[in-house]
């Protein structure tokens, strides 16, 4: 009777009533939370206007990353209910904070309407947003997973894993269609709140869908056992037994998988559209045809990890990614914005200045103007231009930009000015640099009629590809980790600190460190270092797991 209790289903209509239901349901979580990412551009705008374009951009990114930054948390609220009181119950209560939260962000006032109290409510639906997904994505794939017959739960877990990827393409689709409709300028002005309006729509067809499923059968055995976990939180992080792997599993796995995850599938979108300048409809059209091409990719890796491990499709995911980053990432600017890669190549462009001179060209709280000494002047101008640039010290507080064999003295703003043979004012230093640029050909904006689509898409789809690889896996292991009385709670903290913080937390932390180098690739070591630590850690420490049992 216990087997039969324990056994997962049996049947094709109910494994696929499984899927669909979580997978549908976890599609539309991820839709409500990407639609921010997807316009933070225009966000920036709508909700950072009191600080310069840089720093409103990094702010807006952050505000984007704030709601991944509660997601532990919500890892451990939602995880302990759901190995208290079941899986099923759970997936209500997260769907409808994320659901009410989206809604809201349509609602909310801008800056210009109600100054600094709109980024501030912003943020606290973002937090209220990462809460909720934190437990989600937890609760999904226990189930499904704890449903799957033995031998596929690679290939069961990994339709969950392409519902992130759905949710994004979800969102891009509806994003791209409302864009084309009312035209860029009502988009920006007042056409962006339209997504997040229609996700009630969404919201009450995933909730009544979700109330459809019965509990998982591995919960229901213990629940009818009494061999539930009474301290689930206590039993998988105050055991070292059980915490050893949450920290191997975060270290050896997730860390590289959210980094690979959010570099191909964010990184890459903001790059194209702030960095390379490509225009925001072209780039969201690109990146979803990528997206549709790789999405089919999770459901073979996960299916190949039934036979072969996960481990190992993983790891390899993770090592093409640190190896590979820097040429891709070069390759998609010569095919998105070939001009600039001309220009960087024929011209590129230095700063010649004291350190000591120079700020970071990010102010959190608006008031810098970068206006104070001449290197500031120099470095500000060029980050507002979007032009990438190199560093070189100077010995004294004069500062210059080199274009290519050209030196342009920057006027300093305390009165001095360098050994140039300019007018001495900072407008004309800076008129003297902006005539130097375009004639090396540096753009304002990428050229549509130049960017090679078909091989800015083949890049894309080499960065969706390793997600793939590292994504289509992840649940099917996470699950295997951990004992079915704290799985739920285990498995989700070491997912959602990798996820939630590791890979959140990308976006900003990269495009923080290309202000203030200058160079559009330097964001890049962050995922190259987190990618090859996890691939050593990995390789020693982490244990495969594809052929446990997980109803015991």
């Known amino acids: 009777m216990t087997e039969d209790i324990a056994a997962p289903i049996d049947t094709r209509q109910s494994e696929r009533k499984v899927i669909l239901a979580s997978s549908l349901g976890t599609v539309f979580e991820w839709y409500d939370f990407y639609l921010y990412g997807l316009l933070a551009t225009v966000i920036s705008a709508q909700f950072f206007s ?24 919500g890892a451990l609220v939602f995880g302990r209910i759901g190995d208290l009181v079941g899986r099923k119950n759970t997936f209500l209560v997260t769907m409808g904070i994320m659901g009410a939260s989206t809604f809201l962000v349509g609602v909310l006032p801008s800056y210009a309407s109600i100054g600094v109290a709109a980024p501030v409510l912003l943020v606290v639906l973002r937090l209220l947003q990462g ?14 997973a704890e449903h799957a017959p033995e031998g596929k739960r690679g290939l069961f877990t990994s339709f969950i894993q392409t519902t992130a990827t759905l949710g994004l393409f979800a969102a891009l689709g509806v994003v791209i269609t409302i864009r084309s ?46 061999t539930t976990s009474k301290a689930p939180l206590t039993e998988a992080f105050g055991r070292w037994a059980n915490l050893k792997w949450v920290i191997i599993a975060l270290f050896g796995a997730v860390a590289g998988q959210a980094v690979v995850w959010y570099t191909g599938q964010f990184y890459a979108l903001f790059f194209l559209e702030k960095t390379l300048k490509v225009d925001g409809a072209t780039a969201n059209i690109l990146i979803a045809i990528a997206l549709a091409l790789g999405t089919p990719f999770f459901i073979l890796f996960g299916w190949l990890s039934d036979r072969i491990g996960r481990k190992p499709i993983i790891l390899a995911g993770c090592a093409l990614a640190a190896l590979t980053y820097f040429p891709a990432f070069h390759m998609l600017t010569a095919a998105a914005n070939p001009a600039l890669a001309e220009a960087q190549a024929k011209a590129p462009v230095t700063v010649v200045a004291n350190p000591a001179a120079c700020s970071v060209q990010f102010d959190p709280v608006g008031k810098n103007k970068f206006d104070r000494t001449a290197c500031d002047v120099a470095k500000s101008y060029l980050a507002k231009a979007g032009i990438p640039y190199a560093s070189r010290d100077a010995e004294d507080d004069s500062a210059a930009v080199i274009v290519g064999q050209k030196a342009i003295w920057i006027a300093n703003p305390s009165g001095g000015i360098g050994p140039g043979t300019n007018a001495g004012s900072i407008p004309y230093s800076l008129a003297e640099v902006g005539a130097a640029l375009d004639a090396a050909g540096y753009p304002a904006k990428a050229d549509p009629a130049r960017i090679d689509k078909p091989r800015v898409v083949g890049v894309l789809f ?11 896996p992840i649940a099917a292991l996470l699950v295997e980790l951990f004992p079915s009385r704290i799985r739920y709670t285990a498995m989700s903290l070491p997912y959602h600190i990798g996820n939630g913080w590791f890979g959140g937390f ?32 990995g ?12 109803d015991e």
């Open 131 to 144: 809460l909720a997904l934190g437990g989600e994505y937890g609760g999904a794939a226990t189930y499904v």
């Open 462 to 472: 080499y960065l969706v590809l390793l997600v793939t690889m590292v994504y289509g």
């Open 181 to 226: 409709l009312i035209g860029e300028e009502a988009f920006a002005d007042w056409g962006w709140r339209l997504p997040f309006l229609i996700s009630i729509i969404l919201l009450g067809v995933s909730l009544w869908i979700r109330m459809q499923l019965n509990e998982s059968p591995v919960f229901q055995k213990m629940k009818d056992e009494g």
């Open 539 to 550: 390789l020693f420490l982490l244990p495969e797991t594809f052929r446990r049992r997980i």
């Open 50 to 73: 009191g600080v310069n374009e840089t720093t409103g951009f990094i702010f807006a990114l952050g505000a984007f990353a704030a709601g991944f930054a509660v997601r532990p948390f």
């Open 506 to 537: 990308l976006p900003t932390t990269a495009f923080a460190m290309v202000a203030a180098t200058g160079n559009i690739y330097y964001g890049l070591w962050y995922p190259v270092v987190l990618a090859a630590l996890t691939v050593v850690v």
